[in-house]
């Protein structure tokens, strides 16, 4: 069974330049989660999806941050503009459904400077 | 509002030997899930175990088993018979509806 894919796996900016991760779930999978995982923490859910509609994005910093899910199956992040406190780890995971196991991608480092 | 703390930063075992991660989380809903994510150097994020609030039986994977207490919010994680390739962040996580909180995360190192 093919895995969470997440491009890019690097991606080093400058601030306020904007980037785009791109993630594919698990074949079958309805809901999809953006996290973001800052150094020395915990991952932070930043938008969840179910199917293509968005469930749940209140931490997600809708000034700069953007999420799509276009025919409930890949998913695209996009930040504009990029600031500092942006370099995280950006994870995609997938489920069948809520509060079933989510399956995560291998992530994102993105380095803003 | 609902929140995971994890009070050990770091830990370490020698190999073959058991260790105890802590979680203790809050939370007003009744019905919820808890789990324990593995995440290695290389950072794949991974299910190491699932409890369900409702089942008061403590999951058991193998060589990972929880202390599940309800009452006293409490979901602790034992590895028993430690092995090099358990050293890795874990992440103690909590759902009600599908979103994911998680804990600030244990390093355990083993050591040979």
């Known amino acids: 069974e093919a895995g969470v894919a997440q491009s890019p796996r690097y991606k080093i900016i400058e601030k306020r330049q904007s980037v785009a991760f791109w993630c594919n779930p698990i074949s079958g999978h309805a809901t999809l989660y953006w996290y973001q995982q800052i150094l020395g923490q915990g991952p932070k859910l930043l938008i969840q999806f179910q199917n293509n509609g968005v469930v749940d994005d209140s931490q997600l910093p809708k000034d700069r941050f953007s999420a799509e899910r276009l025919k409930g199956v890949d998913s695209t992040l996009k930040i504009q503009p990029a600031k500092l406190e942006d370099s995280a780890v950006y994870l995609c995971a997938s489920s069948t459904g809520p509060a079933n196991k989510q399956f995560f991608g291998p992530g994102t480092r993105l380095t803003v400077l | ?112």
């Open chain 2, 1 to 112: 509002a609902q929140t995971v703390t994890q009070s050990q930063p770091e830990m370490s075992v020698q190999e073959a030997e058991t260790v105890t991660l802590s979680c203790t989380y809050d939370t007003s809903e009744s019905n919820y899930y808890l789990f324990w994510y593995k995440q290695p150097p290389s950072r794949q994020m991974i299910l190491v175990i699932r409890q369900e609030a409702y089942k008061q039986q403590n999951a058991t994977e193998n060589r990972f088993s929880v202390n599940f207490q309800k009452a006293a919010k409490s979901f602790s994680l034992k590895i028993s018979d430690s092995q090099l390739g358990d050293t890795a962040m874990y992440f103690c996580a909590f759902t009600a509806i599908g979103k994911l909180i998680f804990g600030q995360g244990t390093e355990l190192s083993v050591k040979p």
